[in-house]
């Protein structure tokens, strides 16, 4: 598995979920597959089969989030500068074809969230622009043709 890169918040929400998972719903399965298993025949035990497909389903999520911890590795922010656009920075981009300007933080594939302005460092936008400089403009091909950004602004 390829190297996950995150910040510091980011890896102790992941520690925080996988020892939530493994200490409080695990549990909770396991009691109810032995309260279904209490009930009698499991052939025809729907709780027992329904227990047991929660209990597949969040094992594959503790095995998911186990391979993304062990493959993490954090970001030392402090390195982070203005100086050209990066993984963190927080940059401000327009659309040289409208002119309307946007504000990004860069940030790793696993804290993406457009909707708060953080935007996947895998993305064709983030790509474009990795390495650009203030006024520096970023031919992007996007699925619907090809955009053009200049970097307004770098900030952290």
Excluded: C, H
């Excluded at 074809?97 to 996947?120: C, D, F, H, W």
């Excluded at 006024?135 to 950004?149: L, Q």
Aim: net charge negative; hydrophobic share 40%; aromatic share 4%.
């Amino acid at each position: 598995m390829a190297a996950s890169y995150m910040t510091d918040e980011g890896y102790k929400k992941l520690v925080d979920e996988i020892q939530y998972l493994e200490s409080v719903k695990r549990p909770e399965i396991i009691q109810q597959i032995a309260e279904a298993r209490d009930k009698g025949d499991l052939s025809e035990n729907a709780e027992y089969d329904a227990a047991k497909e929660a209990q597949g389903i969040l094992e594959s999520r503790i095995a998911r989030l186990k391979a993304l911890f062990s493959s993490a590795r954090i970001i030392d922010q402090s390195k982070v500068t203005t100086d050209e656009v990066q993984i963190m920075s927080k940059i401000t981009i327009k659309n040289v074809l409208n002119g309307q300007t946007m504000v990004y933080t860069i940030v790793p594939e696993s804290e993406a969230n457009v909707r708060e302005g953080k935007l996947s460092v895998s993305t064709p936008i983030a790509q474009g622009l990795l390495g650009k400089k203030l006024g520096e403009t970023a031919k992007v091909k996007v699925p619907s043709g090809i955009m053009e950004f200049q970097v307004v602004d770098i900030s952290i």
